[in-house]
């Protein structure tokens, strides 16, 4: 199985400042048509998780653009430019390129 | 805009049959997606148990494959997970969830909590 370890595990972050979360793999995302099948995930109290990135960069449909995803193989990295108070939660990032899929341990974001 | 419920017994003794069903409403069970059940505790947080597609090919973890089933019934727009053989080690929470092949798990049903106890 593929193993996903996210990095830092609690993100203690002032709004209107920028968070950034790390995830990697124990083998390389990429898929032989050029895809890396790696996503990001948002879990806020409460509620299930909801899909944010998809495809490493590519931003889910009403997903705000504060949002970014990027890296490659086995490093990725989830951005928030300037994090706001709704954005607390467990960040999880998962593979599909094989299965099973796996999730990252969780990254929680709180508010200083 | 598609939703899913799963339901079943809260409840589960050891060594017995666990039993959920999910609905889907709003969108065909038919499409190019995979259904998936997926369950979540403190302690390993999220875990893929499966996925099926509406023709009936199923993927399961690796770790469960031995105790799962997953089944779909397309005409009650339903799909299905059986875990067999539970332990407490299977207490959780369970979700049904819809992915599309490359835009993420993009609809998750409320999870149930399922607890496995004498």
């Known amino acids: ?112 | 805009q598609v939703q899913l419920q799963a339901s079943g017994p809260g409840l589960v003794k050891p060594s017995e049959t666990l039993s959920l069903t999910c609905d889907v409403s709003g969108d065909s069970i038919s499409g190019n997606y995979y259904w998936a059940w997926i369950r979540q505790t403190p302690v390993k947080g999220l875990e893929w148990i499966g996925s099926i597609v509406h023709d009936g090919r199923t993927y399961y973890s690796r770790s469960l494959k031995s105790r799962v089933t997953i089944s779909v019934d397309t005409s009650m727009k339903q799909f299905s997970l059986k875990l067999s053989s539970v332990t407490a080690a299977d207490t959780a929470v369970y979700s049904c969830a819809r992915r599309g092949p490359t835009t993420g798990i993009g609809s998750w049903g409320p999870g149930i909590l399922v607890t496995v106890s004498s």
Request: proline share 7%; net charge neutral.
């Open chain 1, 1 to 112: 199985d593929i193993v996903m370890t996210q990095s830092p595990l609690s993100l203690p972050v002032t709004p209107g400042e920028p968070a950034s979360i790390s995830c990697r793999s124990s083998q390389s995302l990429l898929h032989s048509n050029g895809n890396n099948y790696l996503e990001w995930y948002l879990q806020k109290p409460g509620q299930s998780p909801q899909v944010l990135i998809y495809l490493v960069s590519n931003r889910a449909s009403g997903v705000p653009d504060r949002f970014s995803g990027s890296g490659s193989g086995t490093d990725f990295t989830l951005k928030i430019s300037r994090v706001e108070a709704e954005d607390v939660g467990v960040y999880y990032c998962m593979q599909s390129l094989q299965t099973p899929l796996t999730f990252g341990q969780g990254t929680r974001l709180e508010i200083k």
